[in-house]
């Protein structure tokens, strides 16, 4: 088990970046798989990004590829979403989540069900 905590977020302008970090506590989480998701009002929680344990493998959704990078620094049990050319519909809850993934099928790693560790979001709003 890790606890996480984000931070980063907040009120930005149409075209702005963002740095979001998930700090976590204990010794696992080096082992775990990190994920990013998001979730606007009314809507579900929706995956955004995940990077697998040792950083080597790494996924986007569509609609965040080429704008957002996920990244992660073990030595520091942090991971990181960094958020460039951010739009409207960019805004939501961001929440990272982070778990023994037991692969790296698209299946696996955007399904939250698949997550055990999750913090309590942060705010990200993008105005137009």
């Known amino acids: 088990q890790v606890q996480l905590a984000e931070s980063g977020g907040g009120l930005v302008q149409a075209g702005d970046s963002l740095r979001l970090s998930c700090a976590a506590s204990?010794?696992?989480?080096?082992?775990?798989?990190v994920g990013w998701f998001r979730q606007a009002p009314g809507t579900e929680r929706r995956w955004v990004a995940t990077?697998?344990?040792?950083?080597?493998?790494?996924m986007y959704d569509n609609s965040v590829k080429g704008r957002f990078t996920i990244s992660r620094d073990n030595a520091r049990n942090t991971a990181y979403l960094q958020m460039n050319s951010l739009k409207p519909e960019d805004t939501a809850v961001y929440y990272c989540?982070?778990?023994?993934?037991?692969?790296?099928?698209?299946?696996?790693?955007?399904?939250?069900?698949?997550?055990?560790?999750w913090g309590q979001g942060t705010q990200v709003t993008v105005s137009s």
């Open positions: 204990g010794d696992t989480f080096r082992t775990y798989g």
């Open positions: 989540a982070a778990d023994r993934l037991p692969d790296f099928t698209i299946e696996t790693i955007t399904n939250r069900f698949q997550y055990h560790n």
């Open positions: 990077i697998s344990w040792s950083g080597g493998n790494i």
